[in-house]
């Protein structure tokens, strides 16, 4: 390997190291909003906006890493697709944050007594995203388009689980007047949960085109 190569493979080795603490520092986030949620934990909540600032500096990082190896290194081929990818992968996680910051305010505005409506579903839609993240920051790491077809087609449920809890709170809506905006906060918060299955399915397309180059829509 020439001192080319070298700098070249150092520099996507950084990369995909920073991108895995990426992905583990959106779940986290993500599960901090949810647990929020949950037990309507107003400290659990600002908690998960304080970590909100840290996921976007490494976002910030990367995206310098990326056009820096793009500038210099001019990669090729398949290390060319591993750097945009990347780089188009560290966005996805950096919105996926932006989504948990935003159920963690909805939480803080939530009347803490009050857990009607279809909770239930929501959380089981909080649970299915977090699996699905995992799963394709697994296939990041390791480059598998299996694994991210997988956590690609769990988006269906999803959306099933959220078209479910929207009909209900639209229902509610028509009945009786939102006084504590309660069916409102919960109908932003399935918007902000199927968004992030959106986020993972994006993600999982772009591990496939990392990987062999194909152009997909899972």
Not at 102 to 123: E, N, Q, T
Not at 169 to 180: F, G, K, N, R, S
């Amino acid at each position: 390997m020439d001192g080319s190569s070298r700098r070249l493979f150092e520099e996507e080795t950084r990369i995909h190291d920073n991108l895995d603490r990426m992905v583990r520092m959106a779940k986290r986030e993500l599960v901090s909003a949810l647990t929020a949620l949950e037990s309507q934990d107003t400290d659990q909540a600002e908690g998960t906006l304080d970590s909100d600032v840290d996921l976007h500096n490494l976002y910030r990082i990367i995206e310098a890493e990326c056009l820096q190896v793009l500038a210099l290194q001019q990669p090729v081929a398949r290390d060319l697709r591993e750097i945009i990818g990347g780089l188009q992968v560290a966005g996805e996680l950096e919105r996926i944050g932006g989504h948990a910051k935003d159920i963690a305010k909805i939480v803080l505005g939530m009347d803490p007594s009050d857990f009607s409506g279809p909770m239930d579903r929501i959380l089981r839609m909080g649970d299915l995203v977090v699996t699905m993240l995992e799963q394709v920051g697994e296939a990041v790491l390791n480059k598998d388009d299996d694994l991210a077809r997988t956590a690609a087609a769990e988006d269906e449920q999803v959306d099933e689980l959220d078209q479910e809890a929207v009909a209900d709170l639209m229902m509610q809506l028509a009945i009786a007047p939102d006084t504590h905006m309660h069916s409102t906060h919960l109908l932003w918060i399935a918007y902000h949960l199927e968004r992030v299955g959106d986020r993972v399915r994006h993600i999982a397309e772009r591990v496939v085109f990392m990987v062999n180059a194909d152009q997909v829509e899972l």
